[in-house]
């Protein structure tokens, strides 16, 4: 539920167990927070896929200055709905196992 106190919108926390009624609450918590536009980017999948739900208008981001290196803004809300879960190895672990890979065929010859 939703109510107004001190001019600011308040949730009271329904506690009726569904992963929806958390994850509602989390997005009405996380309306007012910003994210970077790496950390927004890391969080739905990728720069590209940033690019393309801001240019939709299903991300709110605003860039208050002009410059090249200008920090954005993404509403934190709107990058959670749109969250997207990786299942790639990080580049690190990838490199290790391909260190091995080439360790072995060396020991082999």
Known sequence: MIYQENNQLRTTILDDGTVEAKFHEILVVMNNKTFGQ?????????RGRLFKLVGEGKIRAEKPTNKQNGKWFCNASDVLRYTRVRYRKSR??????????????????
Request: glycine share 8%.
């Open 92 to 109: 690190k672990l990838r490199k290790m196992k391909k260190d091995e890979k080439n360790n072995i065929k060396r020991a082999s010859a």
């Open 38 to 46: 790496r950390e927004a980017a890391d969080i739905v999948g990728g």
